[in-house]
C-alpha cells in the first residue's frame, strides 16, 4: 500500500517551454501532496504544499508563478514549469501524506521525475 | 523550527559488517522522526519511523533506529550490511506536518 507515481520519469525540453508534472496516489487519498526539488548530491528542498481543493502554499523564494500546482483531486496533483529555463533543470519529487496516517505525518514518495532544459 | 543533523555525509562499510548512521534532531516539543533511503534516480522509500511509544523501532531491510530523548538521537543501524545497501540515506523530523530533511549519508559497501 501508500504507492505513489509520477509522469513522466524523464523529460528533456527547450527553454521557454512549459513542462507538466503528475503525481498520484494510487492506493490511497492524499489530502496533502508536497512538492520537491533536489539538486545532485544535495537533501530534498521543499517547494510548496498542496491541499485537494485548494491554493498551495510555496515555501519562501520560491517563484509561485512559475511553479504552477494543481491538486484537483484527492489522488491527483500536477507541477507546472512555465517558461523553463536550463536553471530549472533538476530533479522533481512529489509525496503524498495518507489521511490515514496523516497523524503521524507520513509522506510517501514518487519515483521522481528528471527534468533537463536545453 | 525543527531540525536534523546527520554526521558523516559518507560511510563505508564492509559486506557484513555493523551499518550505523548517526542522526540527531532539534525539537522543542516530542518529535516524529523518519528514516528513507533512496538508491539512484528513485524517490524516497520509508525506512521506519518513530511517533510514540516503543523507543526502539525496526523498519524494512533489517534497518532499526533507537529514539534516545537525553541524547536528541536517532540513530539507524543494521547488524550486517548487503551490498543492496548502498544508497542515500536521509533522516527527517516532522514539523508542523512537513518533513525537514537532513543533508544524507551516502553508503557505500565495499565486497
Known amino acids: 500500500g501508500a504507492v505513489v507515481s509520477q509522469h513522466p520519469s524523464r523529460v528533456i525540453c527547450k527553454s521557454g517551454t512549459s513542462v507538466k508534472i503528475e503525481c498520484r496516489s494510487l492506493?490511497?487519498?492524499?489530502?496533502?501532496m508536497f512538492w520537491y526539488r533536489q539538486f545532485p548530491k544535495q537533501s530534498l528542498m521543499l517547494m510548496a504544499t498542496s491541499n485537494e481543493g485548494s491554493k498551495a502554499t510555496y515555501e519562501q523564494g520560491v517563484e509561485k508563478d512559475k511553479f504552477l500546482i494543481n491538486h484537483a483531486s484527492l489522488t491527483l496533483s500536477t507541477l507546472t514549469v512555465t517558461s523553463a529555463h536550463p536553471e530549472d533543470s533538476s530533479f522533481y519529487i512529489c509525496s503524498a501524506r495518507d489521511w490515514r496516517t496523516a497523524s503521524t505525518d507520513t509522506q510517501y514518495f514518487g519515483p521522481g521525475t528528471r527534468l533537463t532544459v536545453l | 523550527a525543527q531540525s536534523v543533523t546527520q554526521l558523516g555525509s559518507h560511510v563505508s562499510v564492509s559486506e557484513g559488517a555493523l551499518v550505523l548512521l548517526r542522526c540527531n534532531y532539534s525539537s522543542s516539543v516530542p518529535p516524529y522522526l523518519f528514516w528513507y533511503v533512496q538508491y539512484p534516480n528513485q524517490g524516497l522509500q520509508l525506512l521506519l519511523k518513530?511517533?510514540?511509544?516503543?523507543?526502539l523501532v525496526k523498519g524494512i531491510n533489517g534497518f532499526e533506529a533507537e529514539f534516545k530523548k537525553s541524547e536528541t538521537s536517532f540513530h539507524l543501524t543494521k547488524p550486517s550490511a548487503h551490498m543492496s545497501d548502498a544508497a542515500e540515506y536521509f533522516c527527517?523530523?516532522?514539523?508542523?506536518?512537513?518533513?525537514?530533511f537532513g543533508a544524507g549519508t551516502t553508503v557505500t559497501v565495499r565486497a
Open positions: 492506493d490511497f487519498q492524499a489530502t496533502t
Open positions: 518513530y511517533t510514540t511509544g516503543a523507543t
Open positions: 527527517a523530523v516532522s514539523n508542523d506536518y512537513k518533513l525537514s
